[in-house]
């Protein structure tokens, strides 16, 4: 394993997964989000863990899909790789998974983040779908958790302009289950995960599959379309404009082609 770290305690039957690209600021490359995908899989097949904890470091949960890893690909390249395939895997596990976040979450990182069970937040955390700000949208579920977490008015606002909302205004609109001192967010994830850790797991197994019941019907629909038109976007010279830009670190002109 390159980009995530993975390590497992026994008392309380707790796994820590941590995302391990520190430089780039966890941006989500095709490798780590294999790697978490095979290290999710290992750890619901295991009898010794009972609740898993994802997080990045103090600076940055994830700030998003690897945008050079992805700039110059057409929208076929994309559909064919398919990448956000992998991503499935989060939501395919039957254990609970709480993400304890500090720093950025934003575009991927913060679909990511939603698509975990729980979330405990460090007050620095900063949540946001920028994906506009690079002429494409969300992919990886954004317009559709973000929507019925928050409600669509501020799901709106955040998606069309990218803007970012504090750890607070997470609070507030119920993306996060608490936020805390920056020193103290894995420790509180820590200690909600053994809460739960020492409960039943057939009934924490199955109880979690039912709350994702009601919260995610229909989102297969939806979150096929988000896929589709997020891959789409890589036809348009806008999203070519828009990440090129990122990469030279300067405003892109978007001209509606
Ligand atoms: N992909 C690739 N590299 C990234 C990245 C990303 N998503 N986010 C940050 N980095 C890299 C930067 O390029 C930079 O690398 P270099 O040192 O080689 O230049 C390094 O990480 C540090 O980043 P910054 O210098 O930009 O740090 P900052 O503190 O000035 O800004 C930030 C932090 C506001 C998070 C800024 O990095 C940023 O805007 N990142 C992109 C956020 C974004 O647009 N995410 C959405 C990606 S698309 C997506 O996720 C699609 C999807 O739905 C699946």
């Known amino acids: ?3 995530i770290k993975v390590t497992e305690q026994k008392e309380p039957q ?3 997964i941590e995302l391990n690209r520190p430089k780039e600021l966890n941006a989500l490359n095709r490798q780590l989000m294999e790697e978490m995908r095979d290290a999710l899989q290992q750890l619901d097949k295991n009898d010794d863990v009972r609740v898993i904890i994802i997080t990045g470091n103090e600076q940055a949960f994830a700030a998003g899909a690897d945008i050079k890893q992805m ?3 057409t929208a076929i390249e994309m559909l064919m790789i398919d990448q956000i395939s992998t991503w499935d895997q989060i939501r395919r596990t039957k254990k609970p998974i709480i993400a304890a976040v500090s720093g ?6 913060c679909e990511f983040v939603m698509t975990c069970d729980m979330v405990i937040a460090s007050e620095t955390a900063k949540f946001g779908q920028p994906e506009i700000k690079l002429g494409t949208i969300p992919g990886a579920g954004g317009t559709q958790r973000l929507t019925k977490a928050i409600g669509k008015a501020k799901a709106m606002e955040l998606v069309l302009t990218g803007r970012f909302l504090s750890a607070e205004e997470a609070h507030f609109y119920g993306l996060v289950n608490k936020v805390v001192p920056k ?3 894995l420790y509180e994830a820590i200690q909600l995960a053994k809460e739960i850790a020492h409960l039943s797991p057939v009934a924490v ?4 599959e039912s709350i ?3 919260f995610e019907t229909h989102l297969d629909e939806g979150l096929t379309l988000e896929r589709k038109n997020f891959y789409l976007t890589f036809s348009s010279e806008d999203q070519k404009e828009g990440m090129k830009a990122f990469i030279e670190k300067r405003i892109p002109e978007f001209k509606g082609k």
């Open 1 to 3: 394993m390159e980009f």
């Open 14 to 16: 707790v796994a820590l």
């Open 71 to 73: 700039a110059d690909k």
């Open 104 to 109: 950025f979450a934003l575009g991927g990182g």
């Open 183 to 185: 020193e103290m967010y």
């Open 205 to 208: 197994q199955l109880a979690k």
């Open 212 to 214: 994702n019941r009601s």
